[in-house]
């Protein structure tokens, strides 16, 4: 099994930047991709940013241009970062580190809260 540990979040003002990290050790070699989800209060769980095994990039369209996803393989762990600038308050929700593992399995992480102020 993969697991996932999350760390960066917190409280920024409108304009501001943070880069959340995702540590996935484990079974690693199941990966296909790792990304970010968001889910603000009362809103679905949405797609920010993803990054497959290929180096293939998804960004969600709100945040194209403002956020960055990268990834450092090593041995026995990947990492995955998203630098995030230039947030606004629609930017703020509860943010979930993923792998899709091959066979379309998801394994998510347990959340790091986003608070951007105006």
């Known amino acids: 099994q993969v697991q996932l540990v999350e760390s960066g979040g917190g409280l920024v003002q409108a304009g501001g930047s943070l880069r959340l990290s995702c540590v996935a050790s484990?079974?690693?070699?199941?990966?296909?991709?790792m990304g970010w989800h968001r889910q603000a209060p009362g809103q679905q769980r949405e797609l920010v940013a993803r990054i497959t095994r290929d180096d293939i990039i998804t960004y969600n369209d709100s945040v194209k241009g403002r956020f960055t996803i990268s990834r450092d393989n090593a041995k026995n762990t990947v990492t995955v970062y998203l630098q995030m600038n230039s947030l606004k308050p629609e930017d703020t929700a509860d943010y979930y580190c993923?792998?899709?593992?091959?066979?379309?399995?998801?394994?998510w992480g347990k959340g790091t809260l986003v608070t951007v102020s105006s």
């Open positions: 993923a792998v899709v593992q091959y066979g379309a399995y998801y394994v």
């Open positions: 484990g079974s690693v070699f199941r990966i296909w991709s």
